[in-house]
Protein backbone atom coordinates (compact mmCIF):
# COMPACT_ATOMS: atom_id res chain seq x y z
CA UNK A 1 0.00 0.00 0.00
CA UNK A 2 1.00 3.71 -0.17
CA UNK A 3 0.85 6.40 2.39
CA UNK A 4 0.67 10.00 2.29
CA UNK A 5 1.62 11.53 5.87
CA UNK A 6 1.49 15.68 5.94
CA UNK A 7 3.71 17.86 8.26
CA UNK A 8 3.98 21.49 9.57
CA UNK A 9 0.87 22.71 10.40
CA UNK A 10 -0.40 24.96 13.14
CA UNK A 11 -1.11 28.22 14.82
CA UNK A 12 0.23 31.15 13.32
CA UNK A 13 -0.46 35.15 13.41
CA UNK A 14 -1.53 36.69 10.14
CA UNK A 15 1.25 37.67 8.18
CA UNK A 16 3.46 34.23 9.40
CA UNK A 17 4.56 31.57 7.20
CA UNK A 18 4.47 27.96 7.74
CA UNK A 19 6.17 25.05 5.48
CA UNK A 20 4.32 22.17 5.04
CA UNK A 21 5.78 18.49 4.06
CA UNK A 22 4.20 15.73 2.51
CA UNK A 23 6.05 12.32 2.37
CA UNK A 24 4.79 9.49 0.55
CA UNK A 25 6.08 6.01 1.40
CA UNK A 26 5.05 2.50 0.57
CA UNK A 27 5.13 0.74 -2.75
CA UNK A 28 5.11 3.56 -5.12
CA UNK A 29 6.54 2.74 -8.95
CA UNK A 30 6.38 6.50 -9.72
CA UNK A 31 4.01 9.39 -8.89
CA UNK A 32 2.73 11.87 -12.02
CA UNK A 33 1.07 14.74 -10.02
CA UNK A 34 1.44 16.06 -6.24
CA UNK A 35 -1.03 18.85 -5.21
CA UNK A 36 -2.27 20.28 -1.82
CA UNK A 37 -5.70 21.25 -1.31
CA UNK A 38 -7.61 22.42 1.61
CA UNK A 39 -10.85 22.40 3.19
CA UNK A 40 -12.27 25.03 5.84
CA UNK A 41 -15.84 24.45 7.77
CA UNK A 42 -18.72 24.88 5.85
CA UNK A 43 -16.90 24.97 2.60
CA UNK A 44 -15.93 22.24 -0.22
CA UNK A 45 -12.42 20.99 -0.31
CA UNK A 46 -10.85 23.01 -3.30
CA UNK A 47 -7.34 22.71 -5.01
CA UNK A 48 -4.42 25.39 -3.22
CA UNK A 49 -1.58 23.98 -5.46
CA UNK A 50 -0.32 21.44 -7.76
CA UNK A 51 3.18 20.29 -9.44
CA UNK A 52 3.80 18.13 -11.79
CA UNK A 53 6.70 15.46 -11.88
CA UNK A 54 8.74 17.90 -14.22
CA UNK A 55 7.81 20.58 -12.11
CA UNK A 56 5.31 22.79 -13.70
CA UNK A 57 2.95 24.06 -11.10
CA UNK A 58 -0.39 25.80 -10.92
CA UNK A 59 -1.89 27.66 -8.02
CA UNK A 60 -5.89 28.87 -7.06
CA UNK A 61 -5.94 32.51 -7.45
CA UNK A 62 -6.75 32.94 -3.92
CA UNK A 63 -2.94 32.03 -3.14
CA UNK A 64 -1.09 33.15 -5.91
CA UNK A 65 2.04 35.25 -5.20
CA UNK A 66 1.93 33.90 -1.45
CA UNK A 67 2.70 30.04 -1.34
CA UNK A 68 4.83 28.13 -3.48
CA UNK A 69 4.40 24.26 -4.19
CA UNK A 70 7.98 22.07 -4.83
CA UNK A 71 8.92 18.67 -4.83
CA UNK A 72 11.61 16.29 -3.88
CA UNK A 73 11.12 13.50 -6.64
CA UNK A 74 13.98 11.35 -4.97
CA UNK A 75 12.49 11.43 -1.51
CA UNK A 76 8.98 10.94 -3.21
CA UNK A 77 8.20 14.33 -0.94
CA UNK A 78 6.06 17.61 -2.13
CA UNK A 79 6.49 20.61 0.22
CA UNK A 80 4.02 23.92 0.48
CA UNK A 81 5.68 26.96 1.47
CA UNK A 82 2.76 29.41 2.78
CA UNK A 83 3.51 33.12 3.61
CA UNK A 84 1.62 35.97 3.83
CA UNK A 85 -1.14 34.27 5.53
CA UNK A 86 -4.28 35.67 6.14
CA UNK A 87 -6.87 34.24 8.07
CA UNK A 88 -9.04 33.41 5.65
CA UNK A 89 -6.22 30.25 4.53
CA UNK A 90 -7.10 28.29 8.05
CA UNK A 91 -8.43 25.21 6.77
CA UNK A 92 -7.18 21.47 6.65
CA UNK A 93 -4.78 21.21 4.17
CA UNK A 94 -4.36 17.99 2.93
CA UNK A 95 -1.66 16.15 0.49
CA UNK A 96 -3.13 14.41 -2.71
CA UNK A 97 -0.56 12.27 -4.91
CA UNK A 98 -1.49 10.84 -7.97
CA UNK A 99 0.80 7.50 -8.85
CA UNK A 100 1.34 4.06 -9.84
CA UNK A 101 2.28 1.82 -7.43
CA UNK A 102 4.24 -1.73 -7.71
CA UNK A 103 1.25 -3.96 -6.45
CA UNK A 104 -1.19 -2.12 -9.07
CA UNK A 105 0.42 -0.70 -12.81
CA UNK A 106 -2.94 2.03 -12.92
CA UNK A 107 -3.00 5.55 -11.60
CA UNK A 108 -4.72 6.24 -8.58
CA UNK A 109 -5.64 9.13 -6.34
CA UNK A 110 -4.05 8.41 -2.91
CA UNK A 111 -4.74 11.45 0.10
CA UNK A 112 -3.09 12.01 3.48
CA UNK A 113 -5.16 12.42 6.62
CA UNK A 114 -4.84 16.32 6.63
CA UNK A 115 -2.55 18.84 8.97
CA UNK A 116 -4.75 21.62 10.61
CA UNK A 117 -3.35 25.08 9.44
CA UNK A 118 -5.15 28.00 12.01
CA UNK A 119 -4.26 31.40 11.38
CA UNK A 120 -5.43 34.40 14.14
CA UNK A 121 -6.46 37.54 12.94
Known amino acids: QVQLVESGGGLVQAGGSLRLSCAASGRIASINVMGWYRQAPGKQRELVAR???????NYADSVKGRFTISRDNAKNMAYLQMNSLKFEDTAVYYC???????????????WGQGTQVTVSS
Open 96 to 110: NADLRSTLYGALRDY
Open 51 to 57: ITKSGST
